[in-house]
């Protein structure tokens, strides 16, 4: 069966430290691998996919992630988190069907 | 760029009234869908279509129906509304089945039934 872990609720960083958003898959097959950002009472926003090639996923406002087959985790990570970057995350697999995670919220304290 | 717009973004309404939340994307993408959101339990799928007239059940589609009429707009239907079906509702689309674009989002209609 498909399936996508968050397994923190939530994530307290300090400004300027560097970040890391867990997530691991189970799906049969080859992921499609997502990962959303959700701010206050807005919907989801893409950030970046993983679909095949290089490990190392470069997305927007400097967020990349991680993507290990042996591991089935995409984790999400930043160098340098900004306050700004406080928001809810949700990991998200495409295999036959789309599969949300429960989302992750990140506290980026100033 | 893709625009998907949720007709409310807030809405009151009371137990026993029939309810439509109403959804409209301008990219002519073929798949549209309903979620419900609520706290600790993510995103859940109601209902989705892969084309006009067509839909499908997602995981919670109990006191839901829904309507797609023309491509562009999906409507999300709570036949008798209940005070358990108060959450916030997102409506995303995709271009088609299998594709690996990601969904787009509408901003969402936080929903409160009294």
């Known amino acids: 069966a498909q399936s996508v872990a968050q397994p923190e609720d939530q994530v307290n960083v300090a400004e300027g430290n560097p970040l890391t958003v867990k997530c691991t898959y189970s799906v049969s097959g080859n992921p499609y691998l997502f990962w959303y950002v959700q701010y206050p009472n807005r919907g989801l926003q893409f950030l970046l996919k993983?679909?095949?090639?290089?490990?190392l996923v470069k997305g927007s406002y400097g967020f990349e992630a991680e993507f290990n087959k042996s591991q089935t985790s995409f984790h999400l990570k930043k160098p340098s988190a900004l306050v700004s970057d406080s928001a809810l995350y949700f990991c998200a697999v495409r295999g036959g069907k789309i599969i949300f995670g429960k989302g992750t919220r990140l506290h980026i304290l100033p | 760029d893709v625009k998907v717009t949720q007709s409310s973004r807030y809405l009151v309404k009371r137990t026993g009234e029939k309810v439509f939340l109403e959804c409209v994307q301008d990219m002519d993408h073929e798949n549209m869908f309903w979620y419900r959101q609520d706290p600790g339990l993510g995103l859940r799928l109601i209902y989705f279509s892969y084309d006009v007239k067509m839909k499908e059940k997602g995981d919670i589609p109990e006191g839901y129906s829904v309507s797609r009429e023309k491509k562009e707009r999906f409507s999300l239907i709570l036949e008798s509304a209940s005070t358990n079906q108060t959450s916030m509702y997102l409506c995303?689309?995709?271009w088609g089945p299998g594709h690996n674009q990601p969904q787009h989002f509408g901003d969402g209609t936080r929903l409160s039934i009294l």
């Open positions: 993983y679909i095949t090639g290089d490990n």
């Open positions: 995303a689309s995709i």
